[in-house]
């Protein structure tokens, strides 16, 4: 059930090499109809991401790219594999086994940021208030209140909201007073640290290769900042953009998106983009959720037709950043 909210042949040939794999013979069939197409003569590359790691992905999108013979990107909540709605391991493997690329999207989808306290602190309080009530929507996480002088670790039951804003509730009472207009919470180091890194070695104990990342509703922190270059090559969603990330000086941890939902972006406008992308140096990422009901495998199939016009090169993200010389090839060492 849908939720309301929830190129080239030569370039998808080298995914699959680069991962170590060898392609489905129905991804061999259906890449055939690509064999002909005339190669981009310019630099500019077209990455598809689709995040959260949903049956919808299986069943909807993953056909579409297999049909079109071009590789996509699924970005997978690593400690949801196997629930309600999310890629089973079976899925997971076929989807990686075809050539596509797989990328962490954190253990249980925790944002990563951090947010503005909303209301004064007062030692012995066992609510906070905060711009959001994000953190505490699982019972036993450790969130840290903090400022530029002192901090304080502290366990979350639950979370709320009255007439005064959104808030977290708490185990036990808070021993420090925190001014809002200086304060913010964030998760503890140990939950980005498992967060990041725990989610790598879940998809890797799975038998899938993961080089890339995405960040939870976009949102990163001074921590995650420094533990995310330790396990990955670059950070898909890290900024807010157009999702047209210049090739000269491009930084891997700081590139960015677009959505490409009709909502989001019409036909039009979605032409225009990729005469952008076929036209300029840039590495460009599309990112869509496919159980949204706003978006479609229809919306995918006309999305890769128009870049195949193009002869826009349609690669995974892990590809391109070893064609522009950001990222090391696999080794046979680390092939699975």
Do not use: W
């Not at 490409?260 to 952008?276: A, G, I, V, W, Y």
Request: charged share 25%; net charge neutral; with cysteine.
């Amino acid at each position: 059930m849908r939720q309301s909210a929830l190129g080239s042949r030569r370039g998808f040939l080298r995914t699959a090499g680069i991962s170590g794999l060898t392609l489905t013979s129905s991804a061999v069939v259906s890449l055939a109809t690509a064999s002909a197409m005339v190669q981009n003569s310019g630099s500019g590359k077209l990455v598809f991401i689709y995040d959260d790691g949903t049956t919808a992905d299986y069943a909807e999108t993953y056909p579409v790219h297999q049909e079109a013979g071009v590789p996509g990107c699924f970005a997978v909540v690593s400690g949801l594999i196997g629930t309600e709605g999310r890629l089973t391991k079976n899925q997971l493997l076929d989807i990686n086994a075809a050539g596509h690329e797989i990328i962490s999207h954190t253990i249980k989808h925790r944002a990563l940021g951090s947010l503005e306290v909303t209301k004064d602190v007062e030692k012995g309080d066992v609510k906070v208030y905060g711009r959001s009530n994000r953190f505490g929507e699982l019972p036993g996480d450790d969130v840290r209140i903090f400022d530029s002088e002192k901090h304080e670790t502290v366990t979350v039951t639950g979370n709320g909201a009255d007439e005064t804003g959104e808030y977290i509730t708490l185990e036990s009472p808070v021993t420090k007073a925190f001014s809002a207009e200086h304060a913010r919470i964030r998760y503890s180091d140990e939950i980005l640290k498992s967060a990041i890194g725990g989610s790598k070695a879940q998809l890797e104990g799975y038998g899938v290769h993961v080089s890339n990342f995405v960040l939870p509703y976009g949102v990163n922190s001074d921590r995650g900042q420094a533990l995310i270059p330790k396990h990955y090559s670059a950070v898909a969603n890290a900024v807010r953009g157009d999702g047209l990330n210049p090739i000269r000086g491009l930084d891997p941890y700081n590139l960015h998106r677009r959505y490409f939902r009709p909502d989001r972006l019409s036909k039009p406008e979605l032409e225009t983009h990729l005469d952008t992308v076929a036209n300029s140096d840039v590495l460009a990422i599309f990112v869509g959720h496919s159980a949204y009901e706003s978006f479609s495998a229809e919306r995918v199939r006309t999305a890769i037709r128009l870049a195949k016009e193009r002869n826009i090169e349609i690669v995974t993200l892990r590809r391109a950043l070893v064609d522009l010389g950001y990222a090391k090839p696999m080794t046979t060492t680390t092939q699975r």
